[in-house]
């Protein structure tokens, strides 16, 4: 099973400001086809998971261009450019390179 | 738009089997460029995956989980469902439905039901 490691799992934020999230996978995250499946998905209070960017850095349909994703191999970031309020909510890694799983989640907070 | 929405018994006693089912809008549970699967999230913690079922027939189940699931079609009703055998208290969760969605590659996770809370207790 690839494990997925998220830092930090709390981020209280100014808003405005740029956040950032990280997510490590336990193994290398390239498919067979070449691509790499890391998705990361936003969840609000009270409400299902949303997908914001997948194959490591394609936004998702609807999704503010305040919202990037880098990386590769195994190591991937979340980028918010300027936190709004609407930001709260728990952000998740995950891989579906090899079946699925998730990181833990970073719970954003306005400070 | 594509749309799927949960619904089944918001308890279930335990040994007994859960049994969900996701009703797709917006198209057909048929078009492979959909990848229906399962996902649940105990209260307060995070997300797990189930499993996932092509309408070709293939499919995948969590390692953990495998041995009590079964994820099936129906394109008569244009549904999947969900069956988990043998539960217990530790199969409390919000369980939700969703899809991938292929858009010149797969959208892993594109579309969310808005998840139904199942309990397991007698």
């Known amino acids: 099973e690839i494990v997925m490691t998220q830092t930090p799992l709390s981020l209280p934020v100014t808003l405005g400001q740029p956040a950032s999230i990280s997510c490590r996978s336990s193994?290398?995250?390239?498919?067979?086809?070449?691509?790499?499946?890391l998705s990361w998905l936003q969840q609000r209070p009270g409400q299902p998971p949303r997908l914001l960017i997948y194959?490591?850095?394609d936004r998702f349909s609807g999704v503010p261009d305040r919202f990037s994703g880098s990386g590769a191999g195994t190591d991937f970031t979340l980028k918010i450019s300027r936190v709004e309020a609407e930001d709260v909510g728990i952000y998740y890694c995950?891989?579906?390179?090899?079946?699925?799983?998730f990181g833990q989640g970073t719970k954003l907070e306005i400070q | 738009h594509l749309q799927l929405q949960e619904s089944g018994p918001g308890q279930v006693k335990p040994s007994e089997t859960l049994s969900l089912t996701c009703t797709v809008s917006?198209?057909?549970?048929?078009?492979?460029?959909?990848?229906w699967g399962w996902f649940r999230q105990p209260p307060g913690k995070g997300l797990e995956w189930i499993g996932a079922?092509?309408?070709?027939?293939?499919?995948e189940y969590n390692p953990s989980l495998r041995s009590r699931v079964t994820i099936s079609l129906d394109t008569s009703k244009n549904q999947f469902s969900l069956s988990l055998s043998s539960v217990t208290a530790a199969d409390t969760a919000v369980y939700y439905c969703?899809?991938?969605?292929?858009?010149?590659?797969?959208?892993?996770?594109?579309?969310w039901g808005q998840g139904a809370l199942v309990t397991v207790s007698s």
């Open positions: 917006g198209d057909s549970i048929s078009n492979n460029n959909y990848y």
């Open positions: 995950m891989q579906a390179t090899q079946l699925r799983t």
């Open positions: 969703a899809s991938d969605i292929f858009r010149s590659d797969w959208c892993h996770g594109g579309q």
């Open positions: 193994q290398s995250l390239v498919h067979s086809s070449g691509n790499t499946y």
């Open positions: 194959k490591v850095s």
């Open positions: 079922k092509f309408y070709s027939g293939s499919s």
